[in-house]
């Protein structure tokens, strides 16, 4: 069967890789991909982007499955568009992925259903947000309404850098619309489930680093590594997760007339008595949370989908039992210079090393130029690396990441620091 991937980064360079490994699959075509999806055997690049146009192409080829990547195309209903036209496609429709392409929509959701986060208001007016500022203690958060591509957040310390996103985000008759929330205390988690619109089934926990430096310092980014499993992610933490936040989330939205099927990513915040709040919801595999996650996967992910997208209730997600790699996995970004504000493109990489069982090297913002990898994004490659510890694993993934050699790369030295102080 033939599959088709959605997008061009890190995340779906991983789905591609881990798809194609099924002994069902005979092509994933990868749209548009990257230098790492070109170098793949099993994987096709495309140089399409336009939703109607990849339709289209899904059908001249008779794409068994669809697999959508990134955010950007659920928000403006490539679900809808696929569906339209008889294709079988994983992913939540243009309605459902308002969970992330507002989180206006999304607090207010959670309010309806009694979903614990963060106390917030939601201002258009920039004065009103100004005032509500004033009168909030700090630490205060602002988030950007709409898609900000994991960078339209800003956790102000003071009352001036509130303000100052403000005026960024709703400043000089820009519009839109900011959410100010109360600062959460605790330790962050991912927490990734599958849905069909009913059934759900969780995936390997992990935990992400939001921040560009060391110690979580510097703003904050797309992600700059993870990896799994999250110790912070306790049986005790899962169960009342999916009990206070990942069934109500999907029999809500199902109660709205909003069934959710694809993938859904809810960003926590754990406090020490191990209670949950949700920070956000995405309604797509986080990056880089996805490159370890599917690293350490036995199981076979085209099946998995597969079912996910028959609407089969003979057979539940609930039923299925996922086989994962006892072994920790640990994937370190590398970012092009001048990354998150403006990143440098163009550069040559070199040093890319040959892929083992234990080391995949992920490509993110990378094209090909004159048969050459170079840099094309912020956020470069992520080298994800399995061992039998979280520092074994760390250690590996280093070893990797200082043998890669690209102008001005930037990466932290403390991914998974958290684990190991556990």
Partial sequence: MKVLVIGGGGREHALAWKLAQSPRVQTVFVAPGNAGTAAEPQLKNVAITDLDRLAEFALAEKIGLTVVGPEAALAAGVVDIFRAKGLRIFGPTKAAAQLESSKAFAKAFMKRHAIPTAGYEVFEDAALAHAHVDASAEPIVVKADGLAAGKGVVVAATRAEAHAAIDAMLGDG???????????????????????????????????????????????????????????????????????????????????????????????????????????????????????????????????????????????????????????????????????????????????PAASEAVKVFHAGTELKDGKPVTAGGRVLCVTALGDSTKLAQQHAYEVVRGISFAGAQYRRDIGQRALKR
């Fill in 174 to 352: 820009k519009g839109g619309r900011v959410v100010i929330e109360e600062f959460l205390e605790g330790e962050e988690a991912s927490f990734m489930v599958v849905c069909d619109g009913t059934g759900v089934l969780s995936l390997a926990t992990s935990q992400d680093h939001k921040r560009i430096g060391d110690g979580d310092t510097g703003p904050n980014t797309g992600g700059m590594g993870a990896y799994s499993p999250a110790p912070v992610v306790t049986p005790n933490v899962h169960a009342r997760v999916m009990q206070e936040i990942v069934l109500p989330t999907i029999e809500g939205m199902a109660a709205e007339g909003m069934p959710f099927s694809g993938f859904l990513y809810a960003g926590l915040m754990i406090d020490a008595h191990g209670a949950a709040r949700t920070v956000e919801f995405n309604c797509r595999l986080g990056d880089p949370e996805t490159q370890p996650i599917l690293m350490r996967l036995k199981s076979d992910l085209f099946e998995l989908l597969l079912q996910a997208t028959a609407h089969d209730p003979a057979r539940p997600l609930a039923d299925i039992e996922l086989q994962w790699d006892r072994r920790v996995a640990l994937g370190v970004v590398m970012a092009a210079a001048g990354y998150p504000a403006d990143p440098k493109r163009g550069d040559l990489i070199t040093g890319l």
